[in-house]
């Protein structure tokens, strides 16, 4: 876009489910606040969002494994990574957080609309449920016996062991780590995103618009995703921990935390505006706005064709102009990961940085 009038940066929300490491500052919040610095020295209007993303099933398994509530995990980390970025000087407008009561507010508003304009398919499927626990179980919540290599503790979405990809139903003789109990299957109701009807109908022609001006690695992937064609994916969940559905009769039910998330942009950009007197409107509804989402990889199908697909559902949403998502960053030769504890933890990084600069002797 030639001369926008303003500019909306979002970098990708971290997952509170621990601290940030080096990898996560090299892809999504390094570059974008370089961007923002330079645009903000031009003189242009620029909002910088971000912020914590606390929903979602590993934040209900952390809390369950360590008994404190999903609300005292997200608080612990939302604080630490907030911290983190206030130390290394990633100069956001705003750090939001996906429980607080606006983000709920907003994104199920946002559901409502969606729904109300028939965008969503509704389907009732058989699920594991837990009778001892009276509730159902996400596929994190079962173990079994991997079908491809006898692992006996796969979880319902993937065996650690072999890296299979799995569903549920496919695990032999499943239990639930709530009570230890095998499951029966139970009739639920989802809603899901008609994503096959949206890539014929306008997601397919808009990302080929976008052959030149984003980078190859992002179109490239978004090409493989489109060739091998979308499917509906369901935006709801059966979980006690995230937004509820808006409507009767859905008890129990929340909605599934990519969904939530990136509205979390939304919510935190009305945060920012009302303290700041400014309209959020401007930012995310207007033709002369522009709007980059700055990602690490791994997020690509996310913000190039689930979120769009999601804004322009809902109707009244610009889209994004370019969506720089950049590779992994590797330390002695493999990928950064939180979950094999694999990183330079960024408030340990600040620690010794401290250290040095108060001219302390090195804390190890
Ligand atoms: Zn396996």
């Given at each position: 876009m030639k001369n926008p ?283 002369d706005s522009r ?30 102009d ?43």
């Amino acid at each position: 876009m030639k001369n926008p009038k303003r500019y909306l940066v979002t970098s990708a929300l971290p997952y509170a489910n621990g601290p940030l490491h080096l990898g996560h500052i090299a892809g999504a919040y390094l570059p974008a606040d370089i961007y923002v610095r330079y645009l903000k020295l031009k003189g242009e209007d620029v909002a910088f969002i971000c912020g914590s993303d606390e929903h979602g099933v590993p934040i209900t398994l952390r809390a369950r494994k360590e008994g404190v509530s999903p609300q005292d995990i997200v608080d612990k980390y939302h604080e630490m990574i907030k911290n983190s970025f206030a130390e290394l000087g990633i100069a956001f407008d705003i750090y939001h957080r996906t429980s607080d009561p606006l983000h709920h507010e907003t994104a199920s508003a946002f559901f409502k609309e969606m729904n109300e304009k028939g965008e969503f398919i509704e389907k009732e499927e058989e699920q594991f449920f837990d009778e001892q626990e009276q509730q159902f179980l996400a596929d994190r919540y079962i173990i079994g016996t991997c079908p491809k290599c006898g692992f006996e503790n796969a979880y319902g979405d993937q065996c650690e062991k072999c890296g299979t990809s799995l569903s549920p139903k496919e695990l032999i003789n499943p239990k639930s780590t709530l009570s230890g109990n095998p499951p029966i299957l139970k009739t639920t109701k989802h809603w899901y995103l008609d994503l096959e009807k949206y890539q014929h109908e306008w997601l397919e022609k808009w990302i080929d618009s976008h052959k030149s001006d984003w980078k190859a690695n992002v179109y490239g992937q978004c090409k493989s995703w489109l060739n091998s064609g979308l499917q509906p994916r369901a935006v709801t969940r059966d979980l006690d921990w995230g937004v509820p559905v808006p409507l009767p009769n859905s008890e129990g039910k929340v909605l599934y935390v990519w969904f939530d998330a990136p509205i979390g942009y939304i919510s935190a950009t009305k945060a920012w505006a009302k303290e700041n007197g400014k309209n959020w409107k401007d930012y995310w509804q207007s033709d002369d706005s522009r709007l980059i989402h700055f990602i690490g990889k791994d997020n690509i199908v996310f913000h190039c064709l689930i979120f769009p697909a999601m804004l322009k559902a809902h109707g009244d949403y610009i889209l994004p102009d370019n969506v720089p998502a950049n590779e992994f960053l590797n330390l002695e030769g493999e990928k950064l990961s939180t979950s094999r504890n694999w990183a330079v933890w960024i408030h340990e990084y600040l620690k010794r940085q401290r250290f040095y600069m108060e001219g302390f002797p090195d804390p190890q």
